[in-house]
Nanobody
Framework: QVQLVESGGGLVQPGGSLRLSCALSGSIFSIYTMGWFRQTPGKQRELVARINSGGSTNYVDSVKGRFTVSRDNAKNMLYLQMNSLKAEDTAVYYC?????????WGQGTQVTVSS
């Protein structure tokens, strides 16, 4: 079992920044990819950013150049730095891990971009 706990969400004005964190605990080994998804009411959960075990990253087009995903293996942490936030970034953001033991999700953290 792997447990994921997100933090760092909140209310921010358009153009502002937030940094999401995801703390991993439990049976942390053979993790293939770690990533961030987001979901708004009535819509499917979408991949925002992902990083694999080799450090390669990929992003949804709408956040390229604004968001940066990173991981600290020593601290068992995953991060999402979000800059130049827009109203359309408003969503619940979920931490995701996929590995040998399966796929795991955090409980989600709300990000609201509004003036």
């Amino acid at each position: 079992q792997v447990q994921l706990v997100e933090s760092g969400g909140g209310l921010v004005q358009p153009g502002g920044s937030l940094r999401l964190s995801c703390a991993l605990s439990g049976s942390i080994f053979s993790i293939y990819t770690m990533g961030w998804f987001r979901q708004t009411p009535g819509k499917q959960r979408e991949l925002v950013a992902r990083i694999n075990s080799g450090g390669s990253t990929n992003y949804v087009d709408s956040v390229k150049g604004r968001f940066t995903v990173s991981r600290d293996n020593a601290k068992n942490m995953l991060y999402l730095q979000m800059n130049s936030l827009k109203a359309e970034d408003t969503a619940v953001y979920y931490c995701n891990v996929y590995g040998l033991l399966g796929e795991y999700w955090g409980q989600g953290t709300q990000v609201t971009v509004s003036s």
